[in-house]
C-alpha cells in the first residue's frame, strides 16, 4: 500500500513538471523567436518562419532602429514619464489606501463605492480629452501622468495589505506622538515593501506602454515617448513613411524591424523585473488576503 502510495506520488510529480515545462516552453520560445529574429536576415527570416537559433546574424534592424538620435530622445522621455509617474502615482495612491484602510474613518464605505465603480464604469474616451484639453495639458508631460496617477485595482490591494498591519502598532506610534503622515511614511511604508514594489511594478510598467494618451494629447513629434516612435518606425519599415523624422534611412526587412521594435519595447521591464520578482509574488498574494 505505501509502495502504491509513493508510485502514485511519482507519477504525480512526473506529470506536473511536464506540464510546468510544456507551460515554460509555451511561455519562453516565442519571446527566444522573437529575439533571435531580431538578429536575422530577412532571407533566413522567409526560409525558416521560425528562427531560434540564427544562422545568419545580422544587426541591421538595430541599426536602422537606432540610426536617428530621435529614438534615445523618446527613451529619455519614456523613461521620465515612468519614473516621476511611478513616484507621483505610488504616493496618492499610498496615502488614499491608508486612509481608506482605517476603519474609523467617516464615509469609508461611500469612497470605497466610487472607487469600485470607477472599474466598472467611466467616462470614455472622448470626455476625458475634453478634460484634459479644458485643463490645458495638451502638449504637456502632465497629461500622460495625471489621467494615470490612481488606478483602483491598484489601490484596492495596497488598501487591503495595510489593513493587515497590526493596528497596535499605530497605536504606540500615537502614544509617542507620533502623526497620521508620520505613521504611514515611518511605519506603514516600511513594513509593507513587498506590496509597494509590486504595485511600483504595475504603475512602472503602465506608464512605460504609454501610447494611446501619447497620441491624444502630444501634438509636438519632439515629445514622443519611445512607444510612439516605435510604431512609426515599424511603419517606415513596412514602406509607409508617415514620420519626417527618419527620412533618408532605407527600410531593412519588415519582420526583422518589427522584433527588434519588441526587443527594445520590453527589455527596460525585463531588466528592472528581477529587482522586484522577490517581492512580486507576497505582495500580490498577501494584499489578496483580507478585504
Known amino acids: 500500500m505505501a509502495e502504491d502510495r509513493r508510485l502514485a506520488g511519482r507519477l504525480f510529480a512526473a506529470v506536473n513538471y511536464a506540464l510546468l ?11 527566444i523567436h ?16 521560425f ?7 545580422s544587426l541591421e534592424a538595430y541599426r536602422f532602429i537606432f540610426s536617428t538620435n530621435t529614438i534615445f530622445r523618446a527613451m529619455a522621455v519614456s523613461v521620465g514619464i515612468t ?8 504616493l496618492i495612491t499610498s496615502m488614499m489606501a491608508y486612509g481608506l484602510s482605517r476603519k474609523d474613518l467617516d464615509g469609508r464605505r461611500i469612497f470605497l463605492f466610487l472607487v469600485v465603480f470607477t472599474m466598472l ?10 478634460v484634459v484639453k479644458e485643463l490645458g495639458l495638451i502638449d504637456h508631460y502632465a497629461a500622460l501622468v495625471l489621467p494615470l496617477t490612481i488606478n483602483a485595482f491598484n489601490l484596492i490591494i495596497l488598501k487591503n495589505f495595510f489593513q ?15 502623526s497620521d503622515f508620520g505613521i504611514l511614511f515611518r511605519i506603514v511604508l516600511p513594513l509593507s515593501m513587498p506590496a509597494i514594489a509590486t504595485i511600483s511594478l504595475f504603475y512602472a510598467v503602465t506608464y512605460w506602454n504609454t501610447y494611446l ?19 512609426q518606425i515599424v511603419v517606415l519599415a513596412s514602406g509607409f513613411d508617415y514620420s519626417s523624422e527618419l527620412d533618408g534611412v532605407t527600410p531593412p526587412p519588415d519582420q526583422a524591424v518589427k522584433m527588434a521594435v519588441i526587443v527594445v ?27
Open 21 to 31: 515545462t510544456l507551460v515554460a516552453l509555451a511561455t519562453v520560445l516565442p519571446f
Open 34 to 49: 522573437v529575439l533571435a529574429g531580431s538578429f536575422t536576415t530577412s532571407a533566413e527570416m522567409a526560409a525558416r518562419k
Open 51 to 57: 528562427v531560434l537559433v540564427p544562422t545568419d546574424w
Open 83 to 90: 519614473v516621476a509617474g511611478t513616484l507621483f502615482s505610488m
Open 121 to 130: 464604469f467611466n467616462g470614455g474616451l472622448i470626455p476625458t480629452f475634453l
Open 164 to 178: 493587515n498591519i497590526p493596528e497596535g502598532l499605530e497605536e504606540s506610534a500615537k502614544i509617542d506622538g507620533c
Open 213 to 231: 494618451n501619447a497620441i491624444l494629447y502630444l501634438n509636438d513629434s519632439e515629445m514622443w515617448p519611445i512607444q510612439v516612435l516605435l510604431r
Open 265 to 291: 519595447a520590453t527589455l527596460p521591464i525585463l531588466i528592472v523585473y528581477p529587482f522586484l520578482q522577490k517581492h512580486f509574488a507576497k505582495g500580490a498574494l498577501l494584499g489578496s488576503m483580507k478585504g
